[in-house]
């Protein structure tokens, strides 16, 4: 049978993008644009750095937890059906973080145990978040040829970055400005329910594709691919992951706090950056993506680690010039988010084989969801330690609180991530067969 041409697949696959952009807006955009209102409830009920930083801790379950993908994938033998469970489950705990808002201005008692129950009730809704980025990526891996995965991904990452930058702003004006932060909160994860819903039926019109599993162990018959762990290539994969993981997560878990506190910012203005960033990644991702599919996504990857990760030096910027730093950080952060995404995603795909593949993503997404933990809450201790003593350190007529130290720290981490994709080269994982087992590293492109 003849094989389909670039033409036709782009042909097949064109609505598929895009459905699958509007898809992701609705089971992960919301998510993503009310991921500052977690610092205001937590803020509303009392807390102080060290929920900021179990809060932070538990968002890092998210690539913790996605191996339950691999066996709900290997259960329905269909990404289609697989996504569509983990959309429902992301049902249900909407629901249970639209109740917890209600608590807020409730009795002294109810509200001492909502500070532990809210960061519960987000852990269960990264559960369901890790499952549906697994199964997606899948998805893209067993659906789209790699020549095309840029096209793809770029489009897709577009139509969602549009919708997430008017659904940005518009919760962060209700949040800012309408009289009940509790009421405010319940509403706004009852959107987030219904828009699940939505989105499993728009999935349903996406073109099916099967996984295609590996065996973790070795007793099963000969000749059956098995996954392949002891590949220096797929460990490299999982040493950067986890530096630009960590490095970004030690960052961003002070940096809206910094926000919030040092220049009065409130969820409108916070989102408001985030919609720069987002306008700016929607340009580089057409670029990437199409230099990605031409190229490879390897050194493109080091380029954007590598930058943004000194980058964000910048906030040690912030005593002298203020909020300007912030600003420009914001420009350069344009390379990062969806951007980054696009260009690791695609780089895993390129690097992982066919066999075993959501096996491989969720246990490197365990390995940086065990990092990422780590170092969220050993910042958020040192954060308190030094909150608790006052610590700050003045250089002439300015003083640099803890917060700068931390940026710094998380700096220097993203930046050391680069080190590892020049270690790993242009190699690809190589599954092992049952009956010649083989750890030989071949050439890719990039």
Not at 60 to 77: E, G, K, M, T
Not at 96 to 104: K, N, Q, V
Not at 223 to 251: D, I, M, Q, Y
């Amino acid at each position: 049978m003849e094989e389909p041409s670039a033409k036709q697949l782009k042909s097949e696959l064109n609505a598929a993008r895009y459905r699958l952009g509007v898809a992701n807006l609705f089971f992960n955009g919301e998510e993503n644009c009310l991921g500052g209102i977690g610092i205001f409830i937590l803020r509303a009920l009392g807390g102080n750095d060290t929920h900021f930083s179990l809060l932070g801790a538990f968002g890092s379950l998210v690539v913790l937890l996605q191996w339950i993908a691999v066996p709900v994938l290997n259960y329905f033998r269909s990404n289609r059906k697989a996504m569509a469970f983990s959309l429902a489950l992301g049902v249900g705990c909407s629901m249970l973080l639209a109740g917890s808002g209600l608590t807020i201005g409730g009795p002294a008692v109810l509200q001492r145990w909502m500070l532990w129950l809210f960061p519960v009730c987000s852990l269960l809704m990264s559960m369901a978040t890790g499952m549906q980025g697994t199964i997606e990526t899948s998805w893209i891996g067993d659906l789209v040829p790699q020549s095309l995965r840029g096209w793809f991904y770029s489009v897709k990452s577009i139509v969602s970055i549009v919708g997430m930058a008017v659904l940005s702003m518009l919760f962060g004006f209700l949040v800012d400005y309408r009289g009940s932060l509790g009421a405010t909160t319940f509403w706004l994860y009852v959107v987030v329910a219904l828009s699940h819903l939505l989105a499993i039926m728009l999935i349903w019109r996406i073109p099916d594709a099967t996984p295609k599993p590996a065996r973790v162990f070795a007793w099963r018959q000969d000749g059956e691919a098995r996954v392949n762990f002891k590949s220096p290539v797929f460990w490299g994969l999982c040493a950067f992951h986890v530096c630009w993981t960590t490095g970004r997560t030690v960052f961003g878990l002070f940096y809206s706090v910094f926000l919030l506190q040092e220049f009065g910012f409130g969820l409108l203005g916070l989102n408001s950056l985030n919609l720069v960033t987002w306008l700016l990644s929607a340009g580089m991702l057409l670029l990437m993506g199409r230099l990605g599919d031409r190229r490879g996504n390897r050194r493109p990857l080091m380029f954007v680690s590598s930058t943004v990760g000194t980058a964000m030096l910048v906030m040690l910027l912030t005593p002298w010039i203020g909020v300007k730093a912030v600003f420009f950080l914001t420009v350069l952060n344009g390379l990062a988010g969806p951007t980054h995404t696009l260009l690791l995603t695609n780089y895993m795909l390129e690097i992982l084989p066919a066999e075993g593949r959501a096996t491989y993503i969720a246990a490197t997404r365990m390995v940086v969801g065990v990092f990422g933990m780590v170092g969220t809450m050993g910042a958020g201790a040192v954060g308190r330690i030094l909150e608790v003593h006052d610590w700050s350190l003045r250089l002439g007529a300015v003083a640099y609180t803890r917060y700068h130290l931390i940026f710094v720290v998380g700096a220097f981490i993203a930046m050391a991530s680069s080190v590892w994709l020049l270690a790993v080269g242009n190699r690809i994982v190589q599954p092992l067969q049952m009956d010649r087992a083989s750890e030989n590293e071949m050439r890719t492109p990039g």
